[in-house]
């Protein structure tokens, strides 16, 4: 079986991957599990200098890499760009950060000393999705790997161009042989490949289906795993709001990566009283981005596969046919490519497809409120528990909706939910477990060793 590179904007093969042998899997694994011996006897701050190394060496080629993100996978160029400069900045901030996070910690007992170390697995397993080709995988790979661990990688099928060229950025910045390796496998082989004795935890970002099969295998396996599912982000503008604020950020959180991110803002919730008004300038807004060519100058591109915009054209028909006002969009363009337009459903409410399952692309679903209780009910009926959004000017009433109320990993006020080195991200209830980032995401892969000297 073969993998192809297909250009979601014009439809064309770019390329064809062989699929991994299984001793070519095995190889790897030997590879990968010396260079891990050999890379936790480093020095935690001599293995910080590396990862400055690779930070430069992605800043340098930031422009070639971000056109292949956008030939892979349709993502516009200047968004494509920003995910490389964000890799960047990551690795330098686990290389400034880093072994501080990774110190040993004394801890008074009535031992002569006692302290806390912290010290590497083994090879981590990552299953990465293509929506974020270069930043999901480095998002998990730099941390573990900081923290002394090794890497293989089996990146989604249709971005096989950027986990090779992942593989060779960690060479060229002269990682340890066998550190960070990539395998093409599909989905019956990850079994496999979580069982195998050398791979002491995995790192999932994908869909909840996905996550609740690899959780199984991991936990089967007593293996670590971290699981980043999927998200159905509520937006909740109350009535106070700064209108104009809230439309801009809830549009361009809507469409980054042509809707195509777990923490996009899937479903607004509105105050009633502003709710005509919000809807107006929503759809608006909507309707004034521009579609096109990803290599140009352009708000969105094609979505990544054409069954990915199939999937998300009949999410909007059934809602229409179940009472769903199509305000935008809603029609499959008779254009080369996956492209889908901006699209905005108002009156929508639970027990339409928009609601009850996530939208994977550029739809925004509207519903109203007319009390807080409502508007906090509406925004805890999902499944997922990812990312919210709150937009107030009353700053200490919503801050105390987000810390007691909302029930998710990330809750933003007055901005779009986002993924940033210096915080934690990740998820509950059927968006995962586990978290990625800053500190806490460093010792996700680790034995929390405990010392004690008498």
């Known amino acids: ?77 200047a968004q494509s760009l920003a995910e490389i400069e964000k890799c960047a900045q990551m690795c330098e901030y686990y290389a400034h950060n880093g072994p501080q996070f990774l110190d040993d910690e004394l801890v008074k007992t009535e031992a002569e000393k006692s302290f806390v170390t912290y010290q590497p697995l083994g090879i981590i397993l990552g299953i990465m999705p293509w929506n974020f080709p270069f930043w999901q995988v480095l998002r998990f790979a730099v941390p573990a790997i900081m923290a002394g661990n090794s890497v293989i990688l089996k ?81 909740v503008i109350f009535h ?25 803002a899937k479903r607004f919730i509105v105050d009633q ?28 591109g094609p979505m990544a596969r054409k069954d990915l915009r199939d999937n998300l054209h009949n999410q909007v028909q059934q809602s229409i046919d179940k009472g769903a006002k199509l305000l935008t969009g809603g029609e499959v363009p008779d254009i080369k490519g996956y492209y889908y337009p901006p699209t905005v459903l108002a ?58 109320k909302i029930m998710s990993g990330n809750v933003f006020i007055n901005d779009y939910v986002k993924s940033d080195p210096r915080l934690p991200f990740g998820g509950v209830k059927a968006s995962g477990f586990g978290r990625e980032l800053s500190y806490f995401g460093i010792r996700e892969f680790v034995n929390i060793k405990t010392i004690f000297i008498k």
């Open 273 to 300: 009283t502003i709710a005509e008004e919000f809807e107006e300038l929503f759809a608006e807004k909507m309707k004034m981005k521009t579609m096109g060519d990803p290599s140009g100058n352009v708000h969105l």
């Open 240 to 264: 106070d709001a700064d209108l104009e604020l809230a439309v801009e950020t809830c549009v361009t959180s809507r469409l980054v990566n042509c809707g195509q991110s777990c923490i996009s």
């Open 155 to 235: 990146h989604a099928p249709n971005v096989c161009r950027s986990a090779l060229t992942l593989e060779k950025l960690f060479n060229e910045a002269d990682f340890p042989e066998g550190l960070f390796k990539t395998v093409f496998v599909d989905i019956p082989r990850i079994p496999s490949l979580i069982e195998h004795p050398y791979i002491q935890g995995v790192s999932l970002t994908g869909s909840e289906k996905a996550g609740r099969s690899v959780g199984e295998l991991a936990g089967k396996n007593l293996k670590r795993a971290v699981l980043e599912l999927g998200g159905s982000d509520p937006y």
């Open 1 to 77: 079986m073969k993998f192809e590179t297909i250009n979601p904007a014009t439809e064309t093969i770019l390329e064809h991957f062989q699929q991994s042998k299984d001793d070519q899997i095995n190889e790897i694994m030997e590879k990968c599990h010396h260079a891990h011996l050999e890379w936790r006897l480093i020095y935690l701050y001599t293995r910080a200098k590396y990862f400055k190394k690779l930070s430069d060496i992605i800043q340098k080629r930031k422009n070639e890499l971000a056109q292949m993100i956008t030939e892979e996978m349709g993502k516009p160029i």
């Open 347 to 404: 009156n929508v409410h639970p027990g339409m497809n928009v609601w009850d399952e996530e939208t994977f692309g550029p739809v925004a679903a509207i519903s109203r409120f007319s009390t807080e209780l409502e508007a906090i009910r509406l925004a805890l009926d999902t499944p997922y528990g990812l990312g919210a959004a709150l937009f107030s000017r009353d700053i200490e009433r919503v801050e105390k909706i987000a810390k007691y």
